[in-house]
């Protein structure tokens, strides 16, 4: 499950999923925070292993490629900025 809590008219978004015995190669969007609201999330971007646990979170941009894994069933929020609304 994947759903749009909000979204404002630059296109930024708040986003909950929830996923359970998912795997799979995954680019980031523009500007992505992710927070683990319950189990773990496994990332490996650039042959290095991150994992996400509860009430810890990530950050990735669009120029990132991760393989991502979920065992336990996490649930997540995602805050989606997109690039070009963001101050230079």
């Known amino acids: 499950m994947n759903q ?3 979204k404002d008219i630059k296109s930024n978004s708040l986003r909950l999923s929830k996923f359970k015995n ?4 995954a680019q980031f969007h523009q500007l992505a925070v992710k927070f683990v609201l319950k189990g773990k999330e ?3 971007i ?3 292993k991150f994992t ?3 009430g810890e979170y990530i950050i ?3 120029d990132q490629i991760a393989e991502v ?9 995602c805050l989606i ?3 070009k609304s963001l101050p230079k």
């Open 42 to 44: 496994v990332y490996r």
């Open 52 to 54: 996400v646990n509860r």
């Open 4 to 6: 749009t809590l909000f």
């Open 22 to 25: 998912f795997k799979s190669v």
């Open 46 to 48: 650039n042959d290095k």
């Open 60 to 62: 990735g941009n669009s």
């Open 69 to 77: 894994e979920m065992k336990e069933e996490p649930h997540c929020l």
């Open 81 to 83: 900025f997109q690039m």
